[in-house]
């Protein structure tokens, strides 16, 4: 809930944005490189679509349908694999062509501590971890009030501690969503 990335979410999102995700993300020494790839909603297709190469056309939307905040643990070096971005490729809202990721990603070197804002429809990936240590991120994933969220948070955040929860958490969380709801009762 920090009240800068509120405020851009705002923006970005409309002022009633709900969390999609909240998750810790470690590389071990030695991990690969992640495929380049776009973050939900703009990634989903089926198991099925996804392994054969096929992916849904994307529709170029005059909004955003994601934000991501990754908060590095550890600095992020080429060296420990720091997650790369193909720069201004949100525009095309599609995934990069492997010749143009080979040729104009680059790796976000930044400081423990850095705080770093991105659009889903951003090409991103982790790289390789040729370190000897652990690199390690907290992600979360904002979205707009009309997409679901990847995560369960009604089974994820209990009663206690949604009793405690700020006025922007609770917003977070959907709990002032009015959708879906049952407009007859007949159907059921």
């Given at each position: 809930?920090?009240?800068?990335?509120?405020?851009?979410?705002?923006?970005?999102?409309?002022?009633?944005?709900i969390l999609g995700s909240f998750a810790g993300n470690t590389?071990?020494?030695?991990?690969?490189?992640q495929a380049p790839h776009l973050d939900?909603?703009?990634?989903?297709?089926?198991?099925d679509d996804r392994a054969k190469g096929r992916w849904p056309a994307m529709p170029t939307?005059?909004?955003?349908?994601?934000?991501?905040?990754?908060?590095?643990?550890?600095?992020?070096?080429v060296e420990n694999g720091a997650t790369a971005v193909l720069p201004f490729a949100q525009s095309k809202?599609?995934?990069?062509?492997?010749?143009?990721?080979a040729t104009n990603h680059i790796q976000l070197e930044i400081e423990a501590g850095t705080v770093v804002l991105f659009v889903g429809a951003?090409?991103?990936?982790?790289?390789d971890n040729r370190s000897s240590a652990n690199r390690t991120s907290l992600l979360a994933q904002y979205l707009p009030s009309f997409v679901r969220p990847m995560e369960d948070h009604d089974v994820c955040v209990g009663p206690e501690a949604r009793s405690r929860?700020?006025?922007?958490?609770?917003?977070?969380?959907?709990d002032d969503l009015i959708y879906p709801k049952v407009f007859d009762p007949d159907c059921l």
């Amino acid at each position: 809930q920090l009240p800068e990335v509120m405020d851009i979410g705002d923006r970005l999102l409309g002022s009633d944005f709900i969390l999609g995700s909240f998750a810790g993300n470690t590389l071990p020494p030695g991990d690969g490189a992640q495929a380049p790839h776009l973050d939900y909603p703009h990634w989903n297709a089926s198991p099925d679509d996804r392994a054969k190469g096929r992916w849904p056309a994307m529709p170029t939307p005059p909004f955003f349908l994601n934000m991501q905040m990754l908060i590095a643990m550890n600095d992020f070096t080429v060296e420990n694999g720091a997650t790369a971005v193909l720069p201004f490729a949100q525009s095309k809202s599609a995934w990069p062509e492997p010749e143009d990721w080979a040729t104009n990603h680059i790796q976000l070197e930044i400081e423990a501590g850095t705080v770093v804002l991105f659009v889903g429809a951003l090409p991103h990936g982790s790289m390789d971890n040729r370190s000897s240590a652990n690199r390690t991120s907290l992600l979360a994933q904002y979205l707009p009030s009309f997409v679901r969220p990847m995560e369960d948070h009604d089974v994820c955040v209990g009663p206690e501690a949604r009793s405690r929860a700020t006025p922007r958490l609770k917003q977070l969380l959907g709990d002032d969503l009015i959708y879906p709801k049952v407009f007859d009762p007949d159907c059921l």
